[in-house]
């Protein structure tokens, strides 16, 4: 499990660095297709040839937007579809439904950021990651090259020499590798908002959705003083590329609202695993901005004495020395208060969950037992009725009363069987959970290793935890296997489910969040891992004691 997850690690890391540095390669291209329509859409403006030029730009819009969505699905994993595109009829009717339509300027709004925020980013992080290589391989090529390398403060001849800055140049290559995710989360989000065909904003909180829409704002203000400082460019001397220090001037307060926004607050709890905080996440990523923003501004000068290495280790030695005070903190204090509100949200999670059962135990009593019952008293009293003078009558309301106390009783027992199902009660959790898998329409494969029963909450919420993932992945992953993993070590019952669908799965969802909410009230961990074109795994652990 631990080396699957270190290769996805992996795999996801690659994907967001290749979608950070893909700016390189296609914010030009963007850029120069934005300029080239508008600029036909102006100068063609009072003749009937706008049409054409103002069709040219939402066609090309929407293919520069495809592309980008195929990169966020593919490297980034972003759940977005790019909405259908109706032209209409009619000539003039045709070019007002292009510029009316809010998802065009959303997507040009996205390919803006691109081509200013996104190049920026890309010319810091290549910057470091192309810096740190050179350090760290120097060793092998210094020799080589006639009058040595300028690193630091010393001019570089040897071997001998250069292989003391291997560490700093392989410390670059980790930092850019760190950075990717943080950075990366924005875009994903960026990318679902203005080219998807709708945002996904119901579950989410109204500050949450206030501060992503800040960070929208800003970015498209930001971005959009940049595109006309370079179309001035553009238009005038096209000379040396002076939009670079507004680029990464305003870039450097963005980035840091974005990730105190997107990256640093809505992950807190990835943090307090390892013992760290907020506050240290909100430091490492203003260090990181600082230190992108200083090597861009070191590539856009002279790109000759690599100076910003002195602020990479002042920031090695503050997050060190930040990380230790964390992490030596008495755990009677911080991991107490972290234990609390801990134990405050799975109690509130566990009432969440209790009350939606007793709703749910309250209609289906009311809509279906209750409703046979009083059905079934009515044919009674009219079959009372008829007994003397209409036997036939009363014989037949007699019989459709009797039909009716059976359905009531089969749907009680179904009821029942919701709330806790009698063979998990009397045989257990292995035999229940084969129970289920003869019952799926999906091959199901169960290897269960429980050699003593645990408490019967942990046992149902085990039991729960493999039946909402079964119904997932036949109503939703489009899943042809599933195998399921009962096993328990020492205190610890983990139950894992991983199917074969397309992935993808909503963490958000009704059925997900209130399993998590299930097996968190006793104080479990619910892990989803389920990446776009699959498979999904639902991994769920829970202390169950002796």
């Not at 963007?30 to 030029?53: N, R, S």
């Not at 891992?529 to 991994?539: E, M």
């Amino acid at each position: 499990m631990t080396m699957r997850l270190s290769k996805q690690t992996a795999m996801r890391t690659a994907g967001e660095l290749g979608f950070l540095l893909s700016p390189l390669a296609l914010a030009g291209v963007w850029l120069a297709g934005l300029i080239v329509a508008w600029t036909l859409i102006v100068t063609l403006a009072v003749t009937p040839l706008v049409v054409g030029a103002v069709l040219g730009l939402a066609l090309a819009v929407r293919a520069a937007a495809i592309a980008e969505g195929r990169l966020a699905r593919g490297l980034l994993g972003a759940r977005l579809r790019i909405p259908a595109w109706d032209s209409g009829s009619g000539f003039w009717r045709r070019a007002w439904r292009v510029l009316s339509d809010p998802w065009l300027w959303r997507a040009q709004a996205y390919l803006v950021l691109r081509t200013t925020v996104g190049f920026g980013l890309a010319v810091a992080l290549g910057s470091l990651l192309a810096g740190g290589l050179f350090v760290a391989t120097l060793p092998l090529y210094v020799g080589a090259i006639h009058g040595g390398v300028d690193v630091g403060l010393q001019r570089v001849h040897s071997f001998g020499q250069a292989l003391p800055w291997a560490p700093a140049g392989l410390a670059a290559v980790a930092l850019a590798a760190l950075l990717a995710h943080p950075l990366a989360l924005p875009w994903r989000r960026v990318s679902v908002t203005l080219l998807g065909e709708v945002a996904r904003r119901d579950e989410k909180r109204g500050g949450v959705v206030a501060g992503e829409r800040g960070v929208v704002v800003h970015a498209l203000a930001s971005g959009g003083l940049n595109l006309f400082l370079i179309l001035i460019w553009a238009l005038t001397s096209r000379g040396y590329f002076w939009p670079v220090w507004t680029l990464l001037g305003l870039g450097l307060p963005l980035a840091i609202h974005a990730w105190v926004v997107l990256g640093a607050q809505p992950h807190g709890e990835w943090w307090r695993e390892r013992r760290l905080d907020v506050g240290f996440a909100i430091h490492a990523g203003v260090w990181a901005v600082l230190l992108l923003f200083l090597t861009g501004v070191w590539a856009a000068s002279s790109r000759g004495y690599l100076w910003p290495v002195w602020p990479l280790l002042a920031a090695l030695v503050a997050l060190g020395a930040h990380a230790a005070a964390l992490l030596a903190r008495r755990p009677d204090t911080g991991a107490l208060r972290e234990r609390i509100s801990t134990l405050e949200t799975s109690r509130a999670g566990a009432v969440d969950v209790q009350e939606a059962e007793l709703r749910r135990i309250e209609r289906d009593l009311h809509d279906g037992a209750q409703a046979r019952l009083v059905a079934l008293g009515m044919s009674l009293g009219m079959a009372e009725q008829k007994l003397a003078s209409e036997p036939q009558a009363a014989a037949e309301l007699l019989a459709d009363a009797r039909a009716g106390a059976g359905e009531a009783l089969r749907e009680l027992r179904d009821l029942a069987r919701g709330i806790h199902p009698p063979v998990l009660a009397d045989r257990g959790l292995d035999a229940a959970v084969r129970a289920l898998a003869a019952g799926s329409p999906i091959a199901v494969s169960v290897s269960a290793t429980v050699p003593e029963r645990p408490k019967p909450p942990v046992e149902s919420a085990a039991y729960f935890v493999v039946a909402e993932a079964l119904a997932n992945a036949g109503k939703h992953a489009q899943a042809r296997r599933v195998d399921v993993r009962i096993e328990r070590a020492g205190s610890v019952l983990s139950v894992e489910v991983r199917d074969d669908g397309v992935g993808g799965a909503e963490e958000t969802g009704g059925g997900l969040s209130g399993l998590r909410r299930r097996v968190e009230a006793l104080d479990g961990k619910l892990t989803v891992i389920s990446p776009p074109g699959g498979p999904t795994t639902i991994r769920a652990e829970l202390p169950c004691g002796s």
